[in-house]
């Protein structure tokens, strides 16, 4: 008899649910023939796919059907999913913010519109700074730059140009950080923008304060200031003279500081800014106990502890609340015009009405007599969902702390790389490039150099066996390898035979049957006056050269075709080689990550012979602009697909 019934009810539920389905396809046709315009339709739809009555299968068919109806005009589509994401971000959404860009991303691609890419890899990319995703962000700005350099927009470009600034001052990478602020500059100078050239002076004092140049700090932040004050922007002042008073306490000119912290105080209270009011407190009171008045410095932090709850829950609260039910107004009003047009609708379809009215009644008979059975079993259930919640926190709580333990692993295995002022040093800066970009956060990927007993410099590109966290753990032992492996030995054959001992002896209690047989494929090299001293084991060494002619042509140099480690020929040396150089010669050092990833239309691997081509191609560029469209042509070429290994390309120039 249970089940009879319960067959009985989803029969009449499924018959329902397709009146409903189409009730709601028959809503959307009527809406739609009142619409004038292409934009008036775009929108209809959208609102139809954020439907909450409608089915995945119905929402999928709505965007198929939008881009296909609208294909020349779909950057309206494209315009409405980045508002909804500017929404969701603005409420610190951020995940939720990130699946609507993504997904305003993938119509770009579609409308092949290369402003909405710019706009919308530079929105992730300051999501990604937000979530302390500094490296995943980079590689958006980057994205976002390629694509408004391609159209020269000028507003988009400025923006990577200002945001990847700022993530090389927040590394403290501040050379790096000055010269992206500065071309931002120089086109937002072109522009005209007051309030993006007012943005740019004072990114460029951040980076000034952090060299502790103070003096060109305070000229940057009056300049900002005097804009600021043309605007009549006051909650730009307040911040500006909060800075203002910071620097200045490092320049011990304590009045001037005071005058601007107070400044900056009175203007956060009057304009509700709960954050900046706190901070300028701080300010004030720093400025007041530097200058030793400890007493009034206590009276300033008193106000400002005294302060912290109450701006949170009344001052802010009391504009936030305005808004909310100005909001809800709105959302009332929308509501009963929404209301009053679906009643229209339902008269025009009186015979519909009453189909759904004896379906809908049948349904709920049949939903009352399943609830009967089903509520026996709503006990157990709620205890098990319960018990599920608990262990579905658990999970969370665990992911966060291997997501924990991987990024401080990352930073650990970062030490172990080849720093910037040893390469700017050895191989002169702006005359190489490093495209380092592990699949996970961590890498079996690494670049390593030092300097020799012989007082000779050389630098190992090397890929580990796997990636991920067993690929990282393999590095740093190769590394360290490496590192006990030049003590005894200075030239490159004989750094990868010691290397070679050392991991196997390392690894022979591994527990596996074979006794370890991890290891590396890698290349060292050495740049010996007018020549390329090198060995090499499975990883490619490639040289391009120029002729007479302006002809470019790629050798791929000879190497040892067995890795570093234990292997059927690990007891063969290997081989000390080398190759003359000309002055502009490029030497390119790489792993299979590039070469091997999926992608393109078909789905193949890139493959070296690409790779070879794409690398002669653009080898007459800045070292800088190569590593650029190696990236993006990584990028465009994967599209969609997964990074399928870390991927690693060095290049350097004669």
């Not at 909405?116 to 590689?139: C, H, P, Q, S, Y």
């Not at 601007?260 to 105080?265: G, R």
């Not at 954050?275 to 008193?302: D, P």
């Not at 191609?617 to 990584?634: F, R, T, V, W, Y």
Request: net charge positive; proline share 2%.
């Amino acid at each position: 008899m249970f089940t009879k019934t319960i067959i009985f009810f989803y029969i009449f539920l499924c018959l329902s649910l397709g009146v409903l389905s189409q009730n709601f396809l028959d809503s959307l046709n009527t809406k739609l023939k009142k619409c004038k315009t292409d934009s008036e339709q775009i929108f209809t739809y959208y609102k139809a796919y954020n439907n909450t009555k409608a089915s995945d299968k119905t929402k999928d068919s709505l965007i198929k059907i939008t881009h296909q109806k609208f294909s020349n005009t779909c950057e309206n589509l494209c315009w409405i999913f980045i508002r909804e994401g500017n929404i969701y971000d603005s409420k610190n959404k951020k995940e939720l913010a990130v699946s609507v860009y993504i997904k305003a991303l993938h119509i770009a691609d579609s409308c092949n519109k290369d402003l909405f890419r710019a706009r919308i890899l530079n929105r992730l990319g300051k999501i990604n700074v937000d979530m302390k995703n500094l490296k995943k962000a980079t590689e958006y700005f980057k994205m976002g730059r390629y694509y408004a350099n391609r159209i020269n927009n000028p507003v988009e470009l400025s923006e990577s140009y200002s945001q990847i600034g700022t993530i090389h001052k927040n590394k403290d990478e501040l050379d790096s950080a000055l010269l992206y602020h500065m071309k931002a500059y120089n086109i937002r100078m072109k522009l005209g923008d007051k309030n993006l050239l007012a943005l740019t002076y004072n990114n460029l004092a951040l980076v000034n304060k952090k060299k502790k140049d103070y003096q060109t700090t305070i000229k940057y932040l009056n300049m900002a200031y005097d804009i600021k004050m043309e605007l009549k922007d006051g909650r730009g002042t307040a911040f500006l003279n909060n800075n203002k008073a910071n620097t200045l306490k490092m320049l011990k000119k304590f009045s001037e500081g005071l005058i601007c912290a107070d400044m900056a105080i009175d203007t956060a209270f009057k304009y509700h800014m709960s954050e900046m009011y706190l901070n300028a407190l701080v300010s004030k009171a720093e400025l007041l106990e530097t200058m030793g008045t400890y007493k009034e410095a206590s009276i300033v932090f008193k106000k400002h502890y005294t302060a912290q709850d109450s701006i949170r829950t009344d001052i802010m609260n009391s504009g936030f609340q305005e808004l909310q039910e100005k909001y809800e107004s709105s959302k009332k009003d929308t509501e009963i015009k929404e209301q009053v047009a679906s009643l229209k609708l339902a008269n025009e379809r009186d015979s519909k009405k009453n189909i759904l009215i004896i379906f809908s009644a049948i349904a709920l008979i049949t939903t009352i007599i399943a609830i009967i059975f089903i509520f026996r079993s709503y006990k157990q259930s709620k205890k098990n969902a319960v018990k599920l919640i608990h262990k579905n926190k658990l999970i969370e709580e665990k992911n966060k702390e291997i997501t924990d333990s991987i990024n401080y692993a990352e930073r650990i295995q970062s030490s172990f790389l080849a720093t910037k002022d040893f390469l700017n040093k050895t191989f002169r800066q702006n005359n190489y490039f490093v495209l380092f970009q592990p699949k996970d956060i961590v890498s079996g990927d690494f670049y390593w150099a030092t300097t020799l007993s012989n007082g000779k410099s050389f630098l190992v590109t090397a890929d580990s066996t796997g990636h991920g966290v067993p690929g990282a753990i393999m590095s740093i032992l190769n590394i360290s390898s490496l590192e006990k492996a030049v003590i005894k030995y200075s030239e490159p054959d004989e750094i990868l035979n010691e290397t070679r001992k050392i991991i196997i002896e390392r690894l022979k209690h591994d527990g596996s049957a074979e006794g370890g047989k991890d290891g590396m494929d890698c290349s060292i090299i050495c740049l010996d006056e007018n020549k390329l001293v090198y060995a090499a084991a499975n990883n490619p060494v490639w040289l391009v050269r120029k002729d007479s002619t302006n002809t470019k042509t790629l050798t791929e140099l000879s190497c040892d075709k067995f890795p570093v480690g234990k292997h059927d020929r690990d007891t063969t040396p290997f081989t000390h080689r080398f190759s003359d150089l000309q002055e502009g010669d490029i030497i390119y050092t790489i792993t299979d990550g590039f070469p091997d990833q999926f992608g393109g239309p078909k789905g193949k691997k890139f493959m070296y012979k690409k790779l070879k081509e794409l690398l002669i191609s653009i080898s007459d560029l800045p070292m800088e602009d190569q590593k650029e469209k190696l990236q993006q042509e990584l990028y465009d070429w994967k599209g969609s697909m997964e990074q399928v290994d870390d991927v690693t390309i060095i290049g350097i120039r004669v």
